[in-house]
């Protein structure tokens, strides 16, 4: 059975850290590319960051430029997501998902994880 599993979410303040992990199960995570997203309630789905099969090419959105940072460790099968100075607009369910080539919106994406929850609250 192919899976992604997300894990690493929490309750964290404003200006703490998260590090989130995505394992991969039942394929071989290497032979795709890897997207991070997001969703809170009321809001529609949105791309934060990818990763390129190799791990040669990230981009990330303008909103979390500077503070994530997206990697991969294809040895492990898995996807890491380094949130630093999270702020509470970064409140939202977090999703792995996975396809051939990045991109910056959820259509196109074969496997998806359950997601994981990150709140950001004083």
């Known amino acids: 059975q192919l899976q992604l599993v997300e894990s690493g979410g929490g309750l964290v303040q404003p200006g703490e850290s998260l590090r989130l992990s995505c394992a991969a199960s039942?394929?071989?995570?290497?032979?795709?590319?890897i997207g991070w997203f997001r969703q809170s309630p009321g809001k529609e789905r949105e791309g934060v960051s990818c990763?390129?099969?190799?791990?040669?090419?990230?981009n990330y959105a303008d909103s979390v430029k500077g503070r994530f940072t997206i990697s991969r460790d294809n040895a492990k099968n898995t996807v890491y997501l380094q949130m630093n100075s999270l702020k509470p607009e970064d409140t939202a369910v977090y999703y792995c998902?996975?396809?051939?080539?990045?991109?910056?919106?959820?259509?196109?994406?074969?496997?998806w994880g359950q997601g994981t929850q990150v709140t950001v609250s004083s």
């Open positions: 990763i390129s099969r190799s791990g040669s090419s990230t």
């Open positions: 039942g394929f071989i995570l290497d032979l795709y590319s």
């Open positions: 998902a996975a396809r051939l080539v990045c991109s910056p919106v959820p259509r196109g994406y074969e496997y």
